[in-house]
């Protein structure tokens, strides 16, 4: 005795589920079908439990020698099971009006061998059994009503019964297509069975689920045909079509012939006057199906052909939505980067993750060269092959998938026979990265054998290509105007090996701008040499970027003209005052300290500085003894004021002494909400003796660092004089 069990809960589709279950189970298990009675049996008694008992209940199905026992039981044995009415229909009413039992008991009387109630304390249970020989004690008769009442109903077929119970279950489409074809295959007594179903575009069919058709027991993988190979004519009937010698049957011939097979029949699904895909059964029989078999297989096309369609359809949706949120992700993922090898490399591993199991970049050079710049595999083990073998020009353009080496072109690198087998085999597509008119590179994406790229993955491909190809020629402008930024700023401070050698001085300089993607800033700082004296300045205009750049550009330029000149400090801030209020547009001011060296005229030794100070923070003065003070005087600032005049002062400057000089992106750096200020620069400035000028840069720069993390938020500019 066999036997097989299942819970089910008290919902409307536990029906269908049922029946499914029982179905299934009788399958395997080899019971002579049909089977229907006991089908219909189990689908009304378990519709009697949902419906009356509303509790949890068990199936449990036994197959005894030459019979079959269904017992359901449910959790509500207070529900009495209604009686078991005659099945008759009273002439003065509807249908079933005059009826007193349940109709599932009524069935059951009339259809069982033999069936009964049982009633425990915490349950009660159903049971009936049916011969395999269809021993029922009565034979069903239509109901007599009168003629006015009758309506005209099409029975279900038997053979299909089965299926029609699996088309009351939530089935996805594969499961739904993956029962069709097993039902088709036992309905029809064939040894093999496919369904196909139209691409989008109609120009193709997909063989989605097929029995009987794989080799070595290996699970059906789709398979894109043509519609000259799908049908016996240039054009899909419009009913069922047999084919009794395959051998020169176009439709499938490759295929079928080579599982063995020698006849099929066809049918075709329509909906809405279209043919929407082909339900086939084949048998390794010559002439085994006639015309009662094609009525069959076309009552069953007929009988899916609606909820297949609507699955399909709910397919698509869902395809196009995952579509829509991989390109969205995609889209983010590229707009995060304006590096274009790490665009390739994001690019690549999108790909592989949805698209493709390789993929190939290419990129155009600036000389049009093409360079393969990214490989990605499935199994990274085969990264260096696949680049070995793409590392010259790029395929050729190509959006019809196929492959792109021949077994023959690739015996000849030694590579191993799965990767042989899969390159050779496999589809591919590569599709140009084209952004305004001009074509970047090129994606190469490929797939295993017996996988296919379907029109809505091409479409995905090429709508991803278009992205790339955007982020590609951002990521590209955005480097050439990196470039641009440092060539300017290059122009607006003095090259590290043009600086002057100053007898007697240590000189040391620093800057850092707000915004490390855009190096062009409005701190400046100069050390050169003029007339006879050693010329030094640090600037600071206010705001950033390449408008204050502009201004920065326009004060060294003229200050170092004007020194050369032999002209007073206090000369070339007025005259250099007038050139900003002559060229500023956009009201930019500047600070600045401005001062020349000569060697002091006394005995001491030392240097006497000789400076302006026009609005800039003032200079700090190192002794010895670690003493920091403040020198020098404020003075107007520059671009500000046009009836304004500038003193020079002169200090001395004695050996052993240092001289700081900072723009306010140092002074006013903050941590959270404290700033560092004059008192904190003091500070660390006065922790600085005995260090050489680059030391005390040094010094200064890992303090800010630890003061602030990453926390300058403006240009920063740093001078350093230590006078030896």
Partial sequence: MKVARREFPPAPETASAAREFVHDTLLFWGVPTPFDDVILLVSELVTNAVVHARSPLEVVLRRLEGSTEVMVTDSAPERSVPQAGPLRVDASGPAGEGRVGGLGLALASAIATSWGVSYGHTDKAVWFRIDDSGGGRTTLEAPSVPRRAQQVRTPRPAAWSALDAALGSRLTLPQLLERTVEYASTALGGDAAYIALATSDETMWEVRAAIGLSSS??????????????????????????????????????RLAHAGMRSLVTAPLIVDGRVTGLLGVASRRARHFGKSAARRLQEGADLIALPVERARLAEVERNRRASLSFLAEASDLLAGTLDERMTGALTAQLITSRLGRWCAIHTVTELGVPKLTHVMHGNENYNDVLRELLKGPPPSEQRDPQPLWTAAGLAEHGLDEPLVHELAHGPAISIPLVAHGRELGRMTIGKNEGEDFTRDEVDVADDLSRRVASAMENARLHERQASMSVALQRSLLPAKEKEPTIPGVDHAVFYNPADEKNVVGGDFYDV?????????????????????????????????????????????????????????????????????????????????????????????????????????????????????????????????????????????????????????????????????????????????????????????????????
């Fill in 217 to 254: 027991g290996l699970p059906w993988r789709p398979l894109r045909i043509r519609t000259e190979e799908a049908f016996a004519s240039a054009a899909p009937e419009p009913g069922a079509v047999i084919n009794d010698d395959l051998a020169t049957a176009r439709a499938h011939r490759g």
């Fill in 528 to 724: 050169f040499a003029a007339s006879g004296r050693w010329c030094f300045a640090i600037g600071d205009v206010c705001g950033t970027g390449p408008e204050a750049a502009a201004v920065t550009g326009l004060a060294r330029h003229t200050l170092r003209a004007l020194a050369k000149e032999g002209f007073a400090p206090s000369h070339i801030m007025h005259r250099l005052n007038t050139a900003i209020l002559d060229e500023n547009t956009s009201t930019r001011f500047l600070t600045m300290l401005y001062g020349e060296m000569a060697p002091a005229t006394d005995d001491e030794g030392g240097m006497r500085v000789r400076m302006v100070c026009a609005g800039h923070p003032l200079p700090l003065r190192l002794n010895r003894k670690g003493e920091v003070e403040q020198f020098g005087t404020s003075q107007p600032l520059l671009g500000a004021f046009e009836d304004v005049s500038f003193t020079t002062e002169s200090v001395d400057i004695r050996p052993g002494e240092v001289v700081l000089a900072v723009t306010d992106g140092v002074t006013e750096r903050r941590s959270n909400s404290d700033m560092l200020g004059d008192t904190g620069l003091e500070r660390i400035f006065s922790g600085c003796a005995g260090l050489t000028a680059q030391a005390v840069i040094s010094r200064i720069e890992r303090e800010l660092e630890e003061y602030s993390p990453g926390g300058h938020t403006d240009d920063t500019a740093m001078l350093v004089l230590r006078f030896l």
